[in-house]
Nanobody, 121 residues
Framework: QVQLVESGGGLVQPGGSLRLSCAAS????????MGWYRQAPGKERELVAV???????NIADSVKGRFTISRDNAKNTVYLQMNSLKPEDTAVYYC???????????????WGQGTQVIVSS
């Protein structure tokens, strides 16, 4: 069993910043990727940013230049630094990890419980 614990969401004014954290724990041999997704009311869940082993990142065009994803491998933790926040960034942000429980095992996936981000004046 692998658990993801997210933190850092909240209410912020437009132009402000927030930093989300997601820590993975449990039966982890290695992590292939960790990422952030978001889901706004009435919309489908979408990828925000992902960071793969080796540090390769993919950032959604809608947040490129404003959001930065980083990872602490020793702590199995991923961060999402969100700057210049806009009202359209309002959503529930979910952490996801792709991991293996053994060296040659299947890649498994799990989600966090989500953390609410509200950008409003």
């Amino acid at each position: 069993q692998v658990q993801l614990v997210e933190s850092g969401g909240g209410l912020v004014q437009p132009g402000g910043s927030l930093r989300l954290s997601c820590a993975a724990s449990g039966s982890i041999f290695s992590i292939d990727a960790m990422g952030w997704y978001r889901q706004a009311p009435g919309k489908e869940r979408e990828l925000v940013a992902v960071i793969r082993s080796g540090g390769v990142t993919n950032i959604a065009d809608s947040v490129k230049g404003r959001f930065t994803i980083s990872r602490d491998n020793a702590k199995n933790t991923v961060y999402l630094q969100m700057n210049s926040l806009k009202p359209e960034d309002t959503a529930v942000y979910y952490c996801n990890t792709a991991y293996r429980t053994t060296r040659y095992g299947y890649v498994l996936s799990t989600w966090g419980q989500g953390t609410q981000v509200i950008v409003s004046s």
